[in-house]
Nanobody
């Protein structure tokens, strides 16, 4: 059974940076396209970044040019580098499969952008 554990969130000032990590276990990680999702209070969960098994990336317009997704197949880990953070980026961030999501989600990691 897949296990997803996100980490790296925190409180950061506008314009700051954070790097999120997601450790994945229980599956052959290297055969899945992966994504980072976020859910702000009162909003639906949305996909903000995705990476294919070959490393092709895609981003939501709201984060394009500021966020970078990457993966390390040797470590079964997917990362999200977030730069130039804005208050609108405040949310709980989750990783999961980029297309048909796994039924279980990790606990997520809270990112709060505030001065």
């Amino acid at each position: 059974q897949v296990q997803l554990v996100e980490s790296g969130g925190g409180l950061v000032q506008p314009g700051g940076s954070l790097r999120l990590s997601c450790a994945v276990s229980g599956i052959m990680f290297w055969i899945y396209d992966m994504g980072w999702y976020r859910q702000a209070l009162g909003n639906q969960r949305e996909l903000v970044a995705a990476i294919t098994v070959r490393g092709t990336t895609n981003y939501a317009d709201s984060v394009k040019g500021r966020f970078t997704i990457s993966r390390d197949n040797a470590k079964n880990t997917v990362y999200l580098q977030m730069n130039s953070l804005k208050s609108d980026d405040t949310a709980v961030y989750y990783c999961n499969r980029a297309t048909t999501v796994f039924p279980s989600w990790g606990p997520g990691t809270q990112v709060t952008v505030s001065s």
